[in-house]
C-alpha cells in the first residue's frame, strides 16, 4: 500500500481516536466534567468529526500524487508543537475576558493564527492536525466542555491554509480564492443586514441582545484587512498567500462548525450565520490578516538565519 496513504489515514485516525477517547472515555466514561459534552447530541457531534476528517481525506485523494501529503518525523513533530502550542494559547484567550456576544461560547481568538500558520508553513496535514487537536484540548482547559464539531472545524481552518502546498506556482491560485472568500463574506453580511432583529446573547448572560452592528460587519473589516495585504505586499508571494488561504479556511472552517448546528441545535439558518458565524469568523479574520503576516515573516528570517 502506499506510504503517503497509509500515513494519511493513520494521522486522520489518530485524530478522530483522540476526538472519541475525549469525548466517550474521559468525558462520558470517567465523568471528567471539562470533557463533557451534551449527551442528547453527541453522536451527532460525532458524526461531524467524522464528516470532517472525510472532507480532508477526499481533498487527499483527489491529489494524492502531491508532495504535500508527505508525513515523516518532521511533520509529526510540527503537529505536536502546533497542537500544543494552539491548546495553551486558546487556553489563555477563550474565557470570560474575551467573551463575543454570540448564542455559543465564542471568544476572541488571536491563537488562531496558530493553526493558520502551521498549515501554511508544514503542510495542510500538521495543520489539520495542530487545530483540531489543539482546540479540543483548548476547550479542555478552560472547564466549559467540549463542542467536537467546532474542533474538528478548527482542524479544516489549519488544513485549509496548508491547500498552497498542491500548487507549483503559488500565485496563480490567489486571485481565485480571494474572489471566492470575498463573495462568502459578503453574503454572511447580506444574511446579517436583513436579519439584525435576530435576537442573540452573551453565552454568560440570560439577556437577549441583537448582535451588534461592529460583531455583524467585522468579517468585512477582516476582509479589507486581508486585501490590504494582499495587494501591499503582494510581491512578496509567501505573505500574500498565506493570508489568502488563511481568509478561505476561516470561512470555511467557521462556517462548518456554524451550519452544523442547524442539525446538532436546532438553529435556523438565519441564526446559525448571524448569531455563530460572524461573531467567531469575523475577529478571527482580522487576526489572521495581522498575526499571520507577522508568523510568515518571522519564519522566514529564521530560516534565512539557519541557510535553510
Same mark, same amino acid.
Given at each position: ?6 500515513? @494519511? ?8 481516536? /483522540? ?17 463533557? &459534552? ?21 481533498? %487527499?485523494?483527489? &491529489? ?14 510540527? @503537529? ?5 502550542? %494552539? ?7 477563550? +474565557? ?19 493553526? @493558520? #500558520?502551521? +498549515? ?16 479540543? #484540548? ?16 478548527? +482542524?479544516?481552518?489549519?488544513?485549509? =491554509?496548508?491547500?498552497? @502546498? ?25 444574511? %446579517? ?17 441583537? &448582535? ?19 495587494? =501591499?505586499?503582494?510581491?512578496? /508571494?509567501?505573505? =500574500? ?12 472552517? /467557521? ?54
Amino acid at each position: 500500500m502506499d506510504k503517503k496513504l497509509v500515513n @494519511m489515514l493513520l494521522t486522520l485516525v489518530v485524530v478522530v481516536a /483522540i476526538f472519541a477517547l475525549a469525548v466517550f472515555l474521559v468525558g462520558n466514561v470517567l465523568g471528567v466534567k471539562a470533557f463533557q &459534552t451534551d449527551q442528547a447530541t453527541v453522536l451527532l457531534r460525532f458524526g461531524f468529526v467524522v464528516l470532517g476528517a472525510l472532507i480532508a481525506f477526499a481533498v %487527499y485523494l483527489a &491529489t494524492r500524487n502531491n508532495k504535500a501529503w508527505e508525513i515523516g518525523t518532521r511533520q509529526v513533530v510540527w @503537529m505536536a508543537i502546533g497542537a500544543a502550542l %494552539y491548546a495553551v494559547f486558546s487556553w489563555l484567550f477563550n +474565557g470570560t475576558v474575551f467573551v463575543v456576544p454570540s448564542i455559543s461560547q465564542v471568544a476572541l481568538r488571536p491563537a488562531i493564527a496558530i493553526p @493558520m #500558520f502551521f +498549515g501554511y508553513a508544514f503542510g495542510p496535514v500538521v495543520g489539520f492536525f495542530s487545530g483540531a487537536v489543539g482546540n479540543i #484540548f483548548g476547550d479542555a482547559l478552560t472547564g466549559f466542555g467540549l463542542s467536537p464539531q467546532w474542533s474538528i472545524a478548527n +482542524g479544516l481552518i489549519g488544513f485549509i =491554509a496548508g491547500l498552497p @502546498m498542491l500548487f507549483a506556482d503559488k500565485k496563480k491560485s490567489l486571485d481565485f480564492i480571494l474572489i471566492i472568500g470575498s463573495v462568502l463574506a459578503v453574503l454572511a453580511v447580506v444574511v %446579517y443586514l436583513f436579519n439584525r432583529s435576530e435576537i442573540n446573547q452573551l453565552y454568560f448572560s440570560d439577556t437577549p441582545q441583537p &448582535t451588534s452592528i461592529l460583531a455583524g460587519l467585522s468579517i468585512i473589516i477582516g476582509l479589507v484587512l486581508v486585501l490590504v495585504v494582499r495587494f =501591499a505586499f503582494g510581491k512578496n /508571494i509567501d505573505l =500574500a498567500t498565506a493570508v489568502t488561504w488563511a481568509m478561505l479556511g476561516n470561512i470555511l472552517g /467557521i462556517g462548518f462548525a456554524a451550519l452544523s448546528d442547524i442539525w446538532i441545535n436546532g438553529y435556523s439558518p438565519a441564526t446559525a450565520i448571524v448569531g455563530e458565524f460572524l461573531p467567531a469568523a469575523g475577529p478571527n479574520l482580522i487576526f489572521a490578516a495581522i498575526l499571520v503576516p507577522l508568523l510568515v515573516v518571522a519564519y522566514a528570517a529564521v530560516q534565512k538565519q539557519s541557510g535553510r
